[in-house]
């Protein structure tokens, strides 16, 4: 029972030519999260969406954009991908509710990404 | 200085033995604690919470320290399957719904 999808699993692009990853899940959760992993590093986040509230990090390149037209799907845009993009992009989600104390995340299969 | 501390390994060990290693967290404030399980070329999947009071989950045992800021993984008569990185993961506040991964201890079980 696949929960948190990513597609597609590989995208190869070209130096400048925008991609679009998509993620969608089934457990309802009301936040989701792309991350960035390149080997041997930790993942990297790029920002959430809380809800409909889109939350980007500091550090985070205006060359990625993010879009979520629903509770169950979000979107990774890269406008200009550079060979310094090449990863594993990581899309995961986890329910947050007032009162919560555990923050678990659940991960998508990810999609790796070449830039030639 | 980094959020979450791991030594990265990796940590060479025959089938059946027991192996240990630590993470270190810079905030005193996180209040949650996570092990994930990464295999190869795989996505980050959740192995156990760590609770203030340790807990344990079949061959694994994890243990939190709060007053030195680390946490532990304990891994009893390993398995050639056990074989993945371990991530070390906290949440940064209180109440802080975002974690901060560490980049992982890796652990290889040889026949």
């Known amino acids: 029972d696949a929960m948190v999808i990513q597609n597609p699993r590989y995208q190869v692009t070209q130096f400048g030519k925008p991609v679009t990853l998509s993620c969608s899940q089934t457990l309802n959760h009301n936040v989701m999260y792309w991350y960035q992993q390149k080997s041997s590093q930790a993942p990297k986040l790029l920002f959430h969406?809380?809800?409909?509230?889109?939350?980007n990090e500091a550090d985070t390149p205006d060359n990625f954009q993010s879009r979520r037209p629903n509770t169950s799907f979000c979107f990774l845009d890269i406008r200009s991908p550079g060979l310094g993009d090449a990863a594993m992009y990581l899309c995961?989600?986890?329910?947050?509710?007032?009162?919560?104390?555990?923050?678990?995340?659940?991960f998508g299969p990810g999609t790796r990404l070449t830039v030639t | 200085r980094k959020e979450v501390e791991q030594d990265p390994g990796p940590f060479n060990v025959p089938e059946g033995a027991t192996v240990a290693f630590n993470c270190t967290y810079s905030n005193s404030a996180s209040q949650s604690f996570f092990w994930y399980r990464q295999d190869c070329r795989k996505e980050p999947k959740l192995l156990m919470s760590v609770y203030s009071s340790g807990n344990e989950d079949g061959r694994f045992t994890a243990q939190l320290n709060r007053a030195s800021q680390y946490i532990s993984l304990l891994i009893r008569d390993s398995k050639l399957s056990d074989s993945a990185t371990y991530l070390c993961?906290?949440?940064?506040?209180?109440?802080?719904?975002?974690?901060?991964f560490g980049a992982g201890t890796t652990v290889t079980v040889r026949a």
């Open positions: 995961a989600t986890s329910r947050e509710a007032l009162g919560q104390t555990s923050y678990e995340q659940y």
């Open positions: 969406y809380y809800d409909k509230d889109f939350n």
């Open positions: 993961v906290v949440n940064g506040f209180r109440n802080d719904y975002k974690l901060s």
